[in-house]
């Protein structure tokens, strides 16, 4: 068991990459706090009472910026939320511009979705206020791994030596990336699957297993963790149809016997049914991607409280 | 007005010249290189122990922007940027609005330059009519206008078949068809260089192989038809392979290098806060492995030119996301440091060497004057001081282009001097105090 850290060392929350394994351990373990709240017939408490929170949208969600909006109104900050359509942004308005318009407004924090790589470490450059990336491009969405591993931990107790599998469209998932990065920091054995036109380089030197065999990906499993296709960011000749990528990558009931009898089956969402996922699967007793839900609010809420400043933004 | 540098350390590879000289320069043009002159009523120039004379370096692959994208770089500032970088020539690329593709560009890009008077500027004509790939331009006319060779950089010269209709009709005026070496459907909507970096920042990527597909089919073509082609800003391991193999069967094929391809990696992309948008270039900062074969190309003399393919933009456009932000680095006022202290300094290349990839070779590449300081052609020199240290500071650049990957880099090696047509057109106070050298 790794113990925790006592805080975070930067107040931007911009990957998994820029977190050790203590302070990987310290917002799981104030996650668990956090749900505890969310128990409570008032779900509410002061923290962040007072503080501005706004939520950057530039790529659709639903369950990502909920979460958070959630997490956010539990803690009694103020929130803003601002979506691409309706704003400045559709006017042509630059990234830079509309985060120093936010900025002189002066909030504490920054919640950013952006469909481009990166654009969270550019607005860290010129920002203020501690920036949180909620999924930037294909490259990373920290807190998602996050709830992930306190999913986890909640079913299976520890993260070091699981054999974790995960299935699907790695080259285009920023989900993919963050999962890797935090399950190999906390000593979980990764295994990844996938067709060989959705396998990004480099993986084998993340300590990540890459096959190309479902079976074999699954074999022993205790945690299997399907990827959505994401179809959007597809352009030809990836696959050649959604009827052969559900015959060769697809987890159904079948699959799923060789993997340990204890397995748990995660999935970030939205869901293609049929597609990845067949559906005696994700709604079987397996699934725990409720569960992932639930968690995605306390996680956020720790996350939150941490960047703030831990105790002393109660104190405040 | 006659100038006389006196006991100067001229090297000039061409002329296999390396040593201790007299060079006697008259009404713009160079006298007599040779030992021993008598002042004979010039004005004597002497010059710190150390500096080098050279032929005036030429870069052959710069954007000067105009007409169309003067908001990036004028034909006066990017000339003004040259000639502080100690290029006494450029060659100035088509892909301007409206792209070169007609003798009244290249009459314009002329005359703008000749108003600027600083650098030589040689045009070079777009292949096809817009860049579009579809048909040849007036390659006679743009040649009578001045261009020195076609190309439709920014993008790779897009069918075999137009490639082999390029050569054929081009070699008619001895010019060779530069190619922008790069297959379109392999790099895709990339913005880096394919590999484990790319992977981890989840950008995507374009592959060596993008390159090494068109340096290949250009070499096969160029060999159907005894063409001359000059492959741009080359950065693939595969692609010098490829080179090696061509220039060992005979094709007329040559090469440039930029400085960014053989210094610096794709691991830029991931330092100081990451997604910095200088270090984003096409062909992109590729692996260690593709930089190391580009050192050893640059020593073992299979790469023949260090070009820079300057490509100014406003700070603006550069403010963008990553995967939005325009390819390409300025490169003028920063080449002849990084080479004298990466390349010389660091025992990779002699001297000797960097004046052929920077001079000799280069005005071969394109058959341009220069290159060497020959009697009676046109004194165009730069003066090197190899040992005068030099930190990069782009705020104080003559190009409108901030955008550089080298900012802040402290560097072995500085321009002292440019003299072109015997005119002083810069002089680096810095080093050389406030002498002169004007007058010849």
Redesign the interface.
């Known amino acids: 068991m790794i113990a925790p850290a006592t805080a975070l060392r930067t107040r931007h929350l911009l990957g998994i ?1 820029d977190l050790s394994a203590p302070e990987i351990q310290l917002i799981l373990q104030t996650a668990l706090a956090m749900k505890e709240i969310g128990t409570r017939p008032i779900k509410k408490v002061p923290t962040l009472r007072g503080r501005t929170i706004v939520n950057l949208f530039f790529e659709a969600s639903t369950r990502t910026r909920m979460s958070f909006e959630l997490a956010e109104k539990r803690l009694s900050a103020d929130t803003l939320g601002m979506t691409t359509s309706g704003s400045s942004v559709s006017k042509g308005e ?3 511009d509309t985060a120093r318009t936010l900025e002189a407004m002066a909030p504490d924090m920054i919640v950013i979705r ?1 469909g ?4 969270p ?2 607005l ?2 010129i920002c203020r206020s501690s920036i949180i990336n909620a999924g ?5 969405h920290p807190t998602q791994a996050l709830l992930d591993a306190f999913t986890i931990l909640e079913r299976k107790g520890r993260l070091d030596g699981l054999k974790v599998t995960i299935v699907g469209d790695l080259l285009h998932s ?1 989900v993919f ?1 963050s999962n890797v990065l935090l399950l190999t920091r906390m000593g979980a054995e990764v295994r990844a699957c996938a067709p060989g036109t959705l396998v ?4 084998e ?2 300590g990540v297993h890459v096959t190309r065999s479902l079976r074999e990906a699954v074999t022993g499993a205790d945690v299997v963790m399907m990827l959505r296709l994401q179809l959007e960011r597809m ?1 030809g000749l990836f696959l050649p149809s959604m009827r052969e990528y559900f015959a060769l990558f697809g987890l159904t009931p079948a699959v799923l016997e060789h993997a340990a009898p204890d397995v748990i089956v995660m999935h970030p969402g939205p869901m293609n049914r049929g597609v990845e996922i067949d559906s005696q699967v994700a709604d079987g007793p397996w699934s725990v991607i409720l569960d992932q839900v639930a968690n995605g609010v306390a996680v956020r809420m720790a996350v939150l409280y941490l960047l703030a400043g831990g105790e002393e933004a109660g104190e405040r | 007005m006659k100038l006389l540098l006196k006991s100067v350390h001229v090297v000039d590879p061409a002329a296999g010249r390396n040593g201790e000289f007299d060079v006697l320069i008259a009404d713009g043009r160079v006298v007599r290189v040779d030992r021993n002159q008598p002042a004979d009523g010039a004005t004597v120039v002497e010059l710190p122990r150390g500096f080098v004379v050279t032929p005036g370096l030429i870069d052959i692959h710069v954007h000067l922007r105009e007409p169309g994208q003067e908001h990036k770089e004028t034909i006066a500032t990017g000339t003004a940027a040259a000639v502080a970088g100690g290029f006494t020539a450029v060659a100035c690329m088509p892909n301007t609005t409206p792209v070169n593709d007609s003798a009244s560009v290249t009459e314009f890009i002329l005359k703008r330059a000749a108003d600027a008077g600083l650098a030589r500027v040689y045009p070079i004509g777009a292949v096809s009519v817009g860049s579009k790939g579809e048909q040849l331009t007036e390659i006679g006319d743009l040649v009578k206008a001045g261009c020195v060779a076609i190309t439709d950089d920014g993008l790779p010269v897009q069918t075999a078949l137009l490639m082999r209709r390029a050569l054929e009709y081009a070699s008619m005026f001895g010019i060779p068809v530069i190619d922008h070496c790069e297959d379109p459907s392999l790099k895709g909507d990339g913005v880096a260089h394919e590999g484990a970096v790319a992977s981890m920042l989840g950008l995507k990527g374009i592959p060596g192989a993008a390159e090494a597909i068109m340096v290949e089919r250009d070499i096969s073509v160029a060999e159907l038809t005894g063409g001359r082609v000059h492959v741009a800003h080359m950065s693939a391991r595969q692609s010098l392979r490829a080179l090696r193999e061509g220039k060992s069967r005979g094709v007329a094929v040559t090469a440039e290098v930029c400085p960014h391809h053989f210094l610096l990696t794709d691991e830029a992309l991931a330092t100081g806060g990451g997604y910095d948008t200088n270090c984003k270039m096409n062909p992109p900062l590729r692996e260690e492995a593709d930089r190391a074969a580009m050192i050893e190309g640059l020593r073992d003399g299979s790469i023949d030119v260090i070009a820079t393919d300057h490509a100014p933009h406003h700070a603006d456009e550069k403010a963008l996301e990553f995967d939005r932000a325009p390819f390409g680095i300025v490169g003028l006022e920063t080449a002849v440091p990084l080479c004298l202290d990466r390349l010389v300094h660091a025992g990779i290349v002699s001297l000797t060497r960097l004046v052929e990839l920077l001079s000799t070779n280069p005005a071969r590449a394109l058959n341009l004057p220069g290159g060497t300081i020959a009697e009676g052609a046109p004194a165009d020199l730069t003066i090197l001081a190899p040992d005068a240290e030099v930190t990069i500071r782009k705020e104080t650049f003559r190009s409108k282009g901030r955008n550089t990957p080298f900012d802040g880099w402290t560097l072995r090696g500085a321009v002292a001097a440019t003299i072109v047509g015997g005119r002083d057109v810069y002089v680096n106070e810095d080093v050389l105090g406030r002498a002169s050298l004007a007058g010849a």
């Open positions: 990459q630059t990234l830079l952006h481009s790589s990166g654009a470490h550019q860290a450059r930037d491009g294909m490259h990373e920023r990336r990004p380089l480099g993986m030197a993340l352009r």
